[in-house]
């Protein structure tokens, strides 16, 4: 029960009230026309997968880092490893735990993030891996006392991780699920990254990198970002994992870095959006649930400056969500959505996925296989982009994860489990 209170408690500050005013009625959203995606900003049209590939693909990449996320600092930062501990006999022997810090930099203070994995026992060969961001500390993921207490500030500035959130989190990372599948289960606390909270850039990741102008400076979705592909080189040494089949999930704002960290990081064999709604697989013209100017307001600390610019005006934005979408192209991409999580607006999140689809077949792939909004829990699995929205409210849950193997399985050519 208490921990039922603590989940519901930090789900409700996750979520800020929403506006009145906020627009829930279908019938109310206004007309907008789309960017074309195969269409360069000088109005060339993209004949074929090369000129996809050399001149739009890069165009509307930093057309995404100057105007939406801010562009990700070049300079590689040295990593340093260090495991502090394993055990092979977890989860009743099905799984080994290794918790392995990662600091960002040679200093002995750099800042650091902590990755907790978990590898399936007893497989043959290299395994591949669910890779996400948690919104809560590692010691939320799951009740095991050895899980380390994140020492990061967790979502405010001097607050600090509690022994009795250890858990809080289990329901969104059923790790035995996971591994009976035979996926390693590979997570770090966003907060490690980027504390979530305005501090104008000085803390986390930031801190490594020389400040840019403003307007187009990183803001803490692109840190984040940074982040899983940080998680990326350490999963390219592990040797028990195959580093060419991680699949790259994010719920939520961190569904949202995951997409953004998809598109910049190929190395992301298949990248899921659950739920990441404005900002992330949400098209920004349809006005239906969280607007531009309500996010940017909110948030202020999650996009680059320049977006702001666009508040109210999202006809306007060079780009829109599903040419964030397309640059996962060719490679498997799966959105979904939840029936009551109308401030995502799950429509606007089919129709991202859908607007991609043209650069998929360009390039050759299916692309994604339904034209119309598809019924609760249908899930589209074949195809490269899948989809599903199933019933109740912003989460993730072991219905989202079936999913999620389901549409792996068949990229990653495995029989199912
Ligand atoms: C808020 C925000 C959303 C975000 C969500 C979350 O509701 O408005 O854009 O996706 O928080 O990350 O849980």
Not at 109 to 114: L, N, S, T, V
Not at 176 to 195: C, E, H, L
Not at 382 to 404: F, L, P
Request: charged share 25%; hydrophobic share 40%.
């Amino acid at each position: 029960m208490h921990r039922l209170l603590l989940l519901l408690c930090f789900t409700l500050s996750l979520a800020p009230a929403q506006p009145p005013g906020t627009n829930y009625d279908e019938t109310k959203v206004p007309k907008y026309t789309l960017p074309d995606p195969l269409v360069m900003a000088d109005g060339t049209p993209v004949k074929d997968a090369a000129m996809w590939r050399k001149q739009r693909r890069p165009e509307i990449l930093a057309l995404f880092s100057e105007q939406v996320y801010g562009v990700t600092p070049k300079a590689k930062v040295k990593l340093r490893t260090e495991v502090l501990e394993m055990d092979k006999s977890a989860h009743g022997g099905l799984a080994t735990r290794k918790q392995v810090r990662v600091w960002f930099g040679p200093a002995s203070d750099a800042p650091f993030m902590d990755l907790l994995i978990y590898l399936p026992n007893g497989a043959k060969g290299r395994v591949p891996a669910f890779l996400g961001l948690n919104f809560g500390g590692n010691h939320t993921v799951q009740p095991d006392t050895e899980i380390r207490v994140t020492k990061s500030w967790v979502r405010a500035k001097g607050n600090v991780a509690t022994e009795a959130e250890r858990g809080t989190g289990s329901s969104r990372w059923p790790v035995d699920m996971i591994v009976k599948r035979g996926y390693a289960v590979v997570t770090a606390y966003y907060g490690d990254i980027d504390p979530d909270f305005d501090d104008g850039f000085k803390n986390g990741v930031h801190a490594l990198f020389p400040r840019t102008s403003s307007a187009n400076e990183w803001g803490s979705l692109g840190a984040w970002a940074w982040g899983m592909s940080r998680a990326m080189d350490v999963l390219e040494k592990e040797k028990e994992i195959d580093a060419a089949r991680v699949v790259l999930h994010g719920h939520s704002r961190l569904g949202k870095a995951a997409l953004w960290a998809g598109a910049q990081d190929e190395r992301f064999a298949v990248v899921i959006s659950n739920d990441s709604g404005e900002g992330g697989a949400a098209l920004a013209r349809r006005q239906f649930g969280e607007t531009t100017a309500r996010i940017n307001t909110a948030f202020p600390h999650w996009f680059a400056g320049n977006f702001k610019q666009y508040n109210g005006k999202e006809d306007t934005i060079p780009v829109d969500q599903h040419m964030l979408l397309a640059l996962i192209a060719p490679r498997p991409l799966y959105v979904d959505s939840a029936l009551e999580d109308e401030w995502a607006d799950p429509k606007g999140e089919f129709l991202g996925a859908l607007g991609a689809d043209p650069v998929y077949r360009l390039l050759g792939m299916p692309g994604l296989l339904v034209k119309e909004f598809p019924a609760v829990e249908k899930p589209t699995l074949d195809g490269s982009i899948g989809y599903h929205i199933r019933k109740g409210k912003h989460d993730v849950t072991d219905y989202d994860w079936t999913q999620w193997m389901n549409f792996a399985d068949r990229h990653f050519k495995r029989a199912a489990r």
